[in-house]
């Protein structure tokens, strides 16, 4: 069983950066991808961005360019620096590992004002 605790959330002004941890444990070795996704008032779960083992990334097309998603494998994390936030960015962001099942964290909030 995996657990994922994520960290960094809170607000901050459009156009500004923001960096969001999140850290696995238990059972680190059936990881298999790592990422985000987000979730806004009244809409759906959505994928912001994703690494697989080995590197390879996907991301939503509303963030490339502006987020960049990383992991550090010997730690067990993975993180996502947003840059030049947008108010449309404003959403509960959970962190997500694929193992032999999919895992999520609890979510923490990120809050973009004008």
């Known amino acids: 069983q995996v657990t994922l605790v994520e960290s960094g959330g809170g607000l901050v002004q459009a156009g500004g950066s923001l960096r969001l941890s999140c850290t696995a444990s238990g059972s680190v070795r059936s990881i298999r991808a790592m990422g985000w996704y987000r979730q806004a008032p009244g809409k759906q779960r959505e994928l912001v961005a994703v690494?697989?083992?080995?590197?390879?990334?996907n991301y939503a097309d509303s963030v490339k360019g502006r987020f960049t998603i990383s992991r550090d494998y010997a730690k067990n994390m993975v993180f996502l620096q947003m840059n030049s936030l947008k108010l449309d960015d404003t959403a509960v962001y959970y962190c997500y590992a694929r193992a032999w099942l999919e895992v999520w964290g609890q979510g923490t909030l990120v809050t973009v004002s004008s």
């Open positions: 690494e697989a083992n080995g590197g390879s990334t």
